[in-house]
Nanobody, 119 residues
């Protein structure tokens, strides 16, 4: 069973940076397109960044929500079975619990990692 473990969240001031990590078991990066999701109280989880699966022939393609494009970067390290979300120039609106999962979300959710951005 695939396990996803998110880490790297924390409290940061507006304008700061954080790098989130998603450790995955198995070779899910070859099987699934992956994404980072954000959940805030009272709202459903929504994808903020996604990246295509490893095809072996084509480069991974990344896509971003309008609210984070230009500030966040999604990447993967296959050797470490880890996906990352580099978050720069953070804004209070980025506050939430961040999860990784496939896109669409087909895997069991991990515990998430809390990101809090103070103004």
């Amino acid at each position: 069973q695939v396990q996803l473990v998110e880490s790297g969240g924390g409290l940061v001031q507006a304008g700061g940076s954080l790098r989130l990590s998603c450790a995955a078991s198995g070779e899910i990066f070859r099987i699934y397109n992956m994404a980072w999701y954000r959940q805030v109280p009272g709202k459903e989880r929504s994808s903020v960044a996604s990246i295509t699966r490893d095809s072996g022939t084509h480069a991974n393609l990344a896509n971003y929500a309008d609210s984070v494009r230009g500030r966040f970067t999604i990447s993967k390290d296959n050797a470490k079975s880890t996906m990352y979300l580099q978050m720069n120039n953070l804004e209070p609106e980025d506050t939430g619990v961040y999860y990784c999962n496939s896109r669409p979300p087909l895997l069991n959710w991990g515990q998430g990692t809390q990101v809090t951005v103070s103004s």
